[in-house]
């Protein structure tokens, strides 16, 4: 597979992903297209890497993989992000008994 | 021989007493305050005696060249500090030690009893210190920050009382118009900062003050490194602080008021230290003065008019330093006008014997003011039958200023009278007739104040004292710590039989003693230091003084034919000024004497106009005060600052603070507390910029 093509679909996901933080009300669908942005960026990331790698490879083979290790710490910080993400959103459902984001503007004042 | 440290004590005694005094004596012995006083005396009686060495060593050329410290490094400038002894530093080290020490022994009696007496005797100690250490500079940087020194120790004296409002004004006034012409010297100061590459090329240094001598000198290749424009203008600068320091005439005006002070302080400032170190620094550096006729035009016409205005002022005052400031100022005026016309050594002999009576005179009004309890010599008079040796020091003392043989001032006044009328090489010939003029016609005026202010205080009936004239004024008399009488805060001191008024009698021994030293200076000094006629008199060569000072100012020069001869004693002109005197002195008797008990009026009061022009001091003091600083400074430069300040500054800070507080208000409305509006907003935001860096690229 060309790298084009993995970056076209990388863009689409982002855009999806960024439609769904900004469009959706709920706040864990919300959470959902954070995480899609996250997994696009990784596919970025996997795709340049291995996209790279022959130039790099001559020079220093500790740096064949930053691309691929790049993305794995990108999925270990979401896993905790959407830990932290998801305790919010149940102490808001549990101050408020919504999940709606329209409505957290409490702190507005 | 003298010793680099033993030179150095000299400066560093009074700095010691000065910091012993602040530092331990004010804060935690302040109940024996007598200690700060015989402390300075003590330090400075031992400065005299190093002094007196320096000058022997100096008198048989035992002076080693000192040693220059480092001290900043700029670019290619090294200011350095040291020591500079020569025959002038050596004269005046021991005249302002000596006159410094007998004001101090005076002032234990004339200050016994003020509550401030040991922030006295510590402001005493800075001001010999500061005078000292101009005396001793060897860099004219190292002068600069002494002579500013000197400026601040008068200042805090001047002002000592400083909670009469009158001695504030004359501190702050003394204060800024010395500073007008240190302006000038500074500026001289920067012009040779600025010079220093030049001075390190021809292998000088533009700060050491021998360096700066040879810099005006012309140079084997061309011509000096400081010459023509630049050298008038830089010596005019340094001629500006100078005039500032000794009053000259259009700075003149800080000198009278500065009487304000306490009497003890008059007269160290009128004799050895304040407005002897103008003429100091003109003396200083002579050799460039020498290399400019058109400063040395400037000099001596200043010197001159300065004399004959101070003089006529001195008329009519009814003040009894009042009339001994002008005095000054007008003797100040002779030295500058002799430096004018190349009497180097003659200005600085009356600088040296002017030294001793101008003292004595200080001393002897505030011995007078001691028993009446004011200055004003109208309500003096009869004075002679109760304070006898007070009269008959004022007497030696004015006759001296006079100029009546054989005491000093006649020597030196005549060295000066010769000097000025014999060298006219320097500067044109018109200049040195008018200078002669104006200061033959001073010694008129001059023998007549002094005998007016002899018979005014001394003779006659008693017209009544500080008590008749705070009566006369409106007072009620008991306040002895009124603002009205100068230093009424005595009678509160003195015994309670003398309704807290005056007590007609003789000052106290420790007030009379120096008095007696200084009078006997004044009768030997001028013959002693400079015996004429004799080949040696006691092992001092005839002429010594005058032939020492022009022997440093050879050295100086280092070679370089200067034109310049020690000028001889002339029987003519002594005989010319002593006719002119006595005219003087007939003239004030025939006014004075034997004028009714009662009458205060001044037969002078009959001039009119005039009277009332010179009374008024020629206006001069009202042009400074309500003219310059009240019209022109206050109004004028200070009213264009205000508005500019109230509109065009506050308007600019209040439209800053009116653009911001209303631009909140609709940015306010942005915040609505919706995440996701914020959201799409960072989006487009991030959209934006990254459209313009593809764009823009």
């Not at chain 1, 795709?47 to 220093?60: E, F, H, I, K, N």
């Not at chain 2, 401030?116 to 000292?132: D, E, V, W």
């Not at chain 2, 016409?301 to 009814?318: H, K, P, S």
């Not at chain 2, 003693?513 to 004044?522: D, I, K, R, Y």
Request: charged share 10%; glycine share 10%.
């Amino acid at each position: 597979m060309s790298l084009q093509a993995m970056l076209i679909v990388a863009a689409a996901l982002f855009a999806i992903g960024l439609y769904g933080a900004l469009a959706r009300r709920n706040a864990i669908v919300v959470l959902m297209g954070i995480e899609l942005m996250f997994n696009a960026v990784n596919l970025t990331l996997v795709a340049m890497g291995r996209y790279v790698a022959p130039q790099t490879l001559q020079q220093d083979i500790s740096t064949v993989l930053t691309g691929q290790v790049f993305a794995l710490f990108i999925i270990a910080v979401a896993a905790a992000e959407v830990t932290l993400g998801l305790g919010i959103v149940f102490a808001m459902y549990r101050h408020t008994e919504s999940v709606d984001l329209t409505d957290a503007v409490q702190m507005r004042h | 021989m003298v010793s680099e440290p033993l030179v150095w004590a000299i400066l560093l005694l009074p700095v010691l007493s000065f910091l012993i005094i602040s530092l331990v004596i004010r804060p935690f012995l302040n109940r024996i305050p007598a200690l700060s006083g015989w402390l300075l005396i003590g330090c400075l009686l031992a400065a005299l005696a190093l002094s007196l060495m320096t000058l022997w060593a100096a008198a048989g050329h035992h002076v080693p060249e000192f040693r220059q410290h480092a001290w900043l490094s700029v670019g290619s400038a090294t200011i350095a500090f040291g020591l500079l002894v020569d025959p002038l530093t050596a004269v005046m080290l021991v005249v302002v030690t000596a006159v410094s020490l007998l004001v101090q022994v005076y002032s234990q009696g004339y200050m016994k009893g003020d509550p401030s007496y040991s922030r006295y005797y510590a402001y005493m100690s800075l001001f010999t210190a500061a005078m000292l250490g101009l005396l001793l500079a060897s860099n004219i940087v190292q002068l600069y920050m002494f002579w500013e020194l000197v400026g601040l120790a008068s200042y805090l004296l001047i002002g000592f009382w400083h909670h009469r409002p009158a001695a504030a004004a004359a501190a702050k006034k003394a204060f800024i118009m010395t500073r007008i012409g240190d302006v000038g010297f500074l500026i001289a100061i920067l012009y040779l900062f600025f010079q220093s590459d030049k001075f390190a090329a021809a292998g000088l240094n533009a700060f050491h003050i021998p360096d700066i001598w040879q810099a005006a000198q012309p140079l084997a290749a061309g011509g000096a490194i400081l010459g023509g424009a630049a050298l008038t203008w830089v010596v005019l600068g340094i001629f500006a602080g100078a005039a500032g320091k000794s009053a000259q005439f259009p700075l003149h005006a800080w000198l009278p008021d500065a009487m304000e002070g306490p009497t003890p302080v008059s007269a160290l400032i009128h004799a050895a230290t304040m407005v002897a170190a103008g003429v100091f620094l003109v003396a200083r550096f002579y050799p460039l003065f020498l290399a400019s006729s058109a400063a040395l035009t400037v000099v001596a016409l200043i010197g001159a008019f300065t004399a004959f205005l101070a003089a006529t002022m001195g008329l009519v005052m009814n003040d009894i330093k009042r009339v001994l400031a002008y005095s000054t100022v007008s003797q100040l005026g002779y030295m500058m006008a002799a430096l004018g016309m190349g009497a180097y050594s003659a200005a600085l002999f009356h600088l040296f014997t002017h030294a001793f009576f101008k003292a004595l005179l200080f001393l002897a009004a505030g011995s007078v003011n001691h028993a009446v309890d004011t200055f004003n010599m109208t309500y003096m008079g009869g004075l002679r039958r109760h304070m006898p040796w007070t009269y008959v020091l004022t007497i030696i003392g004015g006759l001296s200023l006079v100029g009546i043989i054989p005491l000093a001032g006649f020597w030196s006044k005549d060295e000066i009278l010769s000097g000025v009328w014999g060298s006219s090489e320097l500067v044109a010939p018109w200049v040195g007739r008018l200078t002669f003029l104006l200061l033959a016609v001073s010694v008129l005026l001059t023998a007549f104040y002094t005998l007016r202010l002899v018979i005014l205080t001394f003779h006659g009936q008693f017209r009544g004292g500080g008590e008749k004239e705070r009566e006369e004024a409106g007072v009620v008399a008991p306040a002895p710590v009124s603002a009205h009488a100068a230093d009424s805060h005595h009678s509160a001191a003195q015994p309670a039989g003398h309704g807290g008024g005056h007590h007609l009698a003789e000052s106290p021994m420790v007030m009379l003693l120096p008095m007696l030293v200084l009078g006997v200076g004044t009768v030997a000094a001028g013959y002693v230091a400079n015996p004429q006629w004799v080949h040696s008199l006691l092992g001092i060569p005839g002429h010594w003084i005058t032939e020492f000072f022009h022997l440093g100012l050879e050295e100086a020069l280092s070679g370089r034919e200067a034109h310049l001869a020690v000028p001889e004693f002339s029987l003519g002109m002594a005989a010319a000024s002593t006719l002119i005197a006595l005219a003087g002195l007939a003239l004030a008797a025939a006014l004075y004497r034997g004028r009714g008990a009662e009458t205060r009026k001044d037969p002078l009061e009959r001039g009119g106009p005039v009277y009332v022009l010179l009374n008024r001091r020629y206006l001069v003091d009202v042009l400074y005060e309500n003219v310059l600083t009240g019209r022109v400074f206050y109004r004028a430069v200070a009213g264009a600052l205000d508005w500019l300040d109230r509109n065009l500054v506050d308007g600019l800070v209040n439209l800053t603070g009116l653009v911001f507080r209303n631009a909140g208000r609709p940015l306010g409305l942005l915040q609505t507390g919706q995440v996701q509006f914020y959201a799409v907003a960072l989006t487009l935001g991030s959209l934006l910029v990254l459209l313009g860096y593809l764009v823009l690229r």
